[in-house]
């Protein structure tokens, strides 16, 4: 059995930067609250972009936030923060695609996987633990759809 579930170091660093970007608010409102040392608009348009710089962010870990199990034929999917959990025959699997992109001399990889009632899954090797061993399922069960990238 294979469990895909996200490393803790990435959800550890975003959230000291989800800390950072509120501390860096509270100073903003406070800064205007008391001494007022910029013009109105400047708060106006900081708080805003930090606001929804922060929203961005939370909502990424939040949606992030999933354990994928894989074996006995099988793909589990629990969302804890929905509440949800769905299991998927692997005959159910419509394509997967492991995407690889080079950046900064790191080798970045997603997999997406597409099921047949429209839902599709992503896992990528920076974020997810037991990514490689996911690939080597899908390979191993479900060959036929695995979709061929075409160089150009």
Not at 18 to 26: F, H, K
Not at 53 to 70: D, S
Request: hydrophobic share 50%.
């Amino acid at each position: 059995m294979v469990v895909i579930k996200p490393k803790i170091s990435t959800y550890v660093s975003l959230s000291l930067i989800l800390l950072v970007l509120i501390a860096g608010l509270v100073l903003l409102l406070r800064d205007f609250s008391y001494k007022g040392t910029f013009p109105l608009w400047f708060y106006l348009v900081a708080c805003t972009i930090v606001t929804l710089v922060l929203l961005m962010l939370l909502v990424k870990m939040m949606a992030g936030w999933r354990f994928i199990t894989a074996g006995k034929d099988h793909i589990l999917i629990r969302l804890p923060l929905r509440g949800m959990t769905k299991t998927y025959p692997v005959s159910e699997i419509l394509l997967w695609e492991e995407e690889t992109v080079l950046a900064n001399k790191r080798e970045f990889k997603q997999v997406t996987v597409a099921f047949q009632d429209h839902q599709s899954i992503s896992v990528s090797n920076h974020e997810h633990e037991a990514y490689t061993e996911l690939v080597n399922y899908l390979k191993k069960k479900a060959p036929k759809q695995m979709v061929k990238n075409k160089k150009a």
